[in-house]
């Protein structure tokens, strides 16, 4: 399983959308996963992201859950932060391009009554 941790820091209080393309190449079968976390300058988790899948995929699974994460790197190491993991993986057998869309957000200030939402189009080429 190929594993990516994504942080980051309380941001200014605004709502904003943002798109971002991600690509993986991925064999049939296997399956990709990418974690999500957000912390404070202090390393204070912040808490779960709010994720609505926008299109599902057409030739796997996919599959969001929360998850807590051990940091390894300074200066946060040791601290734990509640995140959401996002893993797919492919049909069985399936060979060929797959596509998937999710929106992800998270708490903007520490009351997580403001959020910033970010949308990502996956590109999965499956060989």
Not at 54 to 82: A, D, M, Q, W, Y
Request: proline fraction near 5%.
């Amino acid at each position: 399983m190929r594993s990516f941790i994504v942080a980051a820091a309380l941001l200014p209080l605004v709502t904003a959308v943002h798109a971002q393309d991600l690509v993986y190449n991925v064999r049939s079968g296997e399956t990709v996963s990418e974690g999500l976390y957000l912390s404070t300058d202090h390393c204070v988790s912040v808490g779960q992201y709010r994720t609505k899948v926008l299109k599902e995929p057409s030739h796997g699974k996919l599959v969001i859950r929360p998850e807590t994460f051990v940091i390894n790197e300074p200066p946060c190491k040791g601290r734990k932060f509640v995140g959401t993991r996002l893993s797919y993986t492919s049909a069985k057998g399936f060979r060929g391009t797959d596509h998937l869309s999710v929106s992800v957000g998270y708490p903007i200030d520490t009351s997580q009554m403001q959020y910033t939402y970010k949308t990502y189009d996956v590109t999965l080429n499956v060989r």
